[in-house]
């Protein structure tokens, strides 16, 4: 081995030596918040790795090469060890540790400046290489040291946060704590129920699911009703229930981290409301949400109206994948038969709870067709439409999250039909399972699938006064613009995160208002896929789609779906004092950074988010 060769090997050897002591610093700052044993040996381990680096270009001898092979080797064993059974001294001693993306770009630079100790022990006094087969060994530790160093660091220094309030208590500011909203005593009728959450065997797959079913059961109250429900977790892990789409008061919203603690394998917790709003909610987990939703954990809730008679069939339709499949169903099937006669009116309450992915520009959209039948769209997402005309076959898109209420009259021959349901397609280039409901018995006509017109809010029904579409000046006006696919370091690694004005949850600058405040939201999509974006607690009222103000009846949505390209401007009264999430309902969207926060004037909440208290809302 010529001295170049020498040289070119140690450098290689020194940049992957400096490339883990970059990460270990960068991530000792962490530790010693977690655990000062930890932080010390970190600090200690990035000066060592320092001095090894330094060692190498001044001293370099075979004896150095083997103190640094097995020095490294020792690191590396206490990694491996520490990630399987655990360490003797660590702050719960003998529990194995998760595998972040630092760690493991430290690991992998010290594995191959191993290989280069040794590559240097054997060779020391070995042939001459070619400087073609030089360059050609030492490149990949070249490039590999400063791209490992960059996003070991990088993830280091973001990691996930500890613990995170999204309102914090300020003194002289905040006085009340949002744990105290809640529902006022009074003589409602109560309706209680018992939501137990627990593994259960679905389909031959080992499901999450209340009361061994999912979907879970259906609730169903009156308006009016005092609602009650113990949610009992017998879990593995934490879980907690948000009510979408019904008001309620903050403190049962059910968001692990701003509403609550999540609720810990053998816990419980109790929520309760008054069912004000008659209409079609559903409930599920909002504690890990993009891996509790998809193993079985929703239900649907309906809030019967007060002064009409019940609709003789008044069926719930909840759409959603099948637990650990790309399959969709429909309350559990994938062809379900509902009883109805000639002449009966017949509901159809759908709800989209699909976690779908997001693989093109509708990717995340359900559009089922009702054949057989004029129909009309009488409620979305629960709230009745003034005067809907009858409809014929038409695409009705529902995001996820979202309801839309289909109610028909049966024929005097033949069934009606509930198509054009989709389920995950895993990749772009796969065809998704698909799932029907038919209703009544008898022939269908055939329909031409791909000529269907597409459902359109803002030009159906009868206009109708309504406060925030009449409201002329707004208190808060806020833009919100949706992008997908923002490179940044977050919750210790490399990000692709999907952003609300450039930002991702959980930093994302809250929307301040006061009780009272009429607010509106200009939402403008700059991504290439569709975002439901969910509020809790409010209701929308839509005002207008590119500009341009809607000329139907007025639609109340608690989700908006935003188009690729579109922009949307929607009006909410603050009627609802708390701490309030508004989020993308596509799961791996808020996951990836589309959540944030509507925080009302002298509300804070106790709750964080994060590694200390295990509360990840999304
Ligand atoms: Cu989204």
Not at 376 to 401: C, F, K, S, Y
Not at 446 to 470: C, E, H, I, K, Q
Not at 515 to 520: E, H, I, K, M, Q
Request: neutral net charge; hydrophobic residues 45%.
């Amino acid at each position: 081995m010529n001295r170049d060769e020498r040289v070119v090997r140690s450098y290689s050897a020194v940049l992957l030596t400096l490339g883990a002591a970059a990460i270990h610093f960068a991530a000792a700052s962490e530790h010693f918040s977690e655990y000062l044993p930890y932080g010390i040996f970190f600090v200690l381990l990035g000066f060592a790795q320092v001095g090894l680096a330094i060692a190498l270009v001044l001293v370099p001898s075979r004896r150095l090469f083997g103190a640094a092979l097995v020095g490294t080797l020792a690191v590396i064993g206490i990694w491996l060890m520490s990630r399987t059974t655990g360490m003797p001294i660590a702050p719960v001693p003998w529990r194995p540790e998760e595998i972040a993306f630092p760690d493991f770009a430290a690991t992998l630079l010290e594995a191959i400046s191993c290989l280069v100790f040794i590559r240097r022990l054997r060779h020391l006094n070995a042939r001459r290489a070619g400087r073609v087969r030089l360059a050609l060994v030492t490149a990949p530790a070249f490039l590999l040291s400063p791209l490992m160093a960059f996003g070991g660091v990088g993830g280091a220094l973001s990691p996930m946060p500890a613990a995170y309030d999204t309102a914090p208590f300020v003194a002289g500011q905040t006085s009340t704590s949002m744990v105290d909203l809640v529902a006022p005593d009074g003589a409602q009728p109560l309706k209680e129920f018992t939501l137990t959450a627990a593994l259960t065997a679905v389909g031959g797959q080992t499901a999450w699911a209340y009361n061994g079913t999912v979907p879970g059961p259906e609730l169903r109250v009156r308006q009016g009703d005092r609602v009650n429900v113990t949610l009992i977790n017998h879990l593995p892990v934490a879980t907690s229930i948000h009510w979408h789409g019904i008001n309620v008061p903050n403190a049962m919203d059910g968001v692990a981290g701003i509403t609550q603690d999540a609720v810990a394998p053998g816990g419980r917790f109790v929520y309760e409301f008054i069912a004000n709003e008659p209409g079609t909610y559903w409930y599920h987990s909002h504690q890990d949400t993009m891996n509790q939703i998809p193993r079985g954990l929703f239900g649907s809730l309906v809030v019967e109206p007060n002064a009409s008679a019940p609709t003789v069939r008044d069926y719930t339709l909840m759409i959603h994948g099948l637990p650990n499949s790309d399959a969709v169903a429909v309350n559990g099937s994938a062809s379900l038969h509902l009883d109805a006669n000639p002449g009966d009116t017949v509901r159809l309450r759908l709800i989209d709870a699909v976690s779908a992915m997001d693989f093109g520009p509708t990717g995340t959209v359900q559009m089922p067709v009702l054949m057989g039948a004029p129909y009309t769209v009488a409620a979305l997402d629960g709230h009745d439409l003034n005067q809907p005309q009858p409809l014929g076959p038409e695409r009705i898109p529902l995001g996820m999250g979202q309801r839309a209420d289909l109610v028909f009259t049966m024929p005097s021959a033949g069934a009606v039909r509930l198509v054009g349901i989709r389920g995950i397609a895993p990749f772009p280039w796969s065809r998704p399972t698909t799932a029907s409901v038919t209703i009544g018995t008898g022939p269908v006509p055939a329909v031409n699938f791909s000529s269907l017109p597409t459902f359109d809010l803002t030009r159906y029904g009868v206009p109708a006064p309504d406060p925030v579409l009449d409201a002329t000046r707004f208190d808060v006006t806020r833009q919100i613009v949706l992008s997908g696919g923002v490179p940044m370091f977050r919750n210790g690694t490399f990000d692709v995160a999907d952003t609300f004005n450039g930002q991702a949850s959980p930093f994302i600058q809250p929307i301040n208002v006061r009780l009272g405040d009429l607010v509106r939201l200009h939402i403008v999509n700059r991504s290439r896929t569709t975002h439901p974006i969910h509020i809790h607690g409010h209701i929308f009222s839509v005002l207008a789609k590119n500009g341009r103000p809607i000329s139907g009846s007025p639609v109340h949505l608690d989700a908006i779906l935003v188009g690729p390209g579109d922009n949307w401007d929607v009006g909410f009264v603050a009627d609802n004092p708390g701490i309030w999430m508004l989020h993308c309902h596509v799961l791996i969207h808020a996951a990836g950074g589309m959540s944030m926060t509507i925080n009302y004037h002298g509300i804070y909440t106790p709750f964080t988010m994060g590694t200390a208290s295990g509360n990840i809302p999304e």
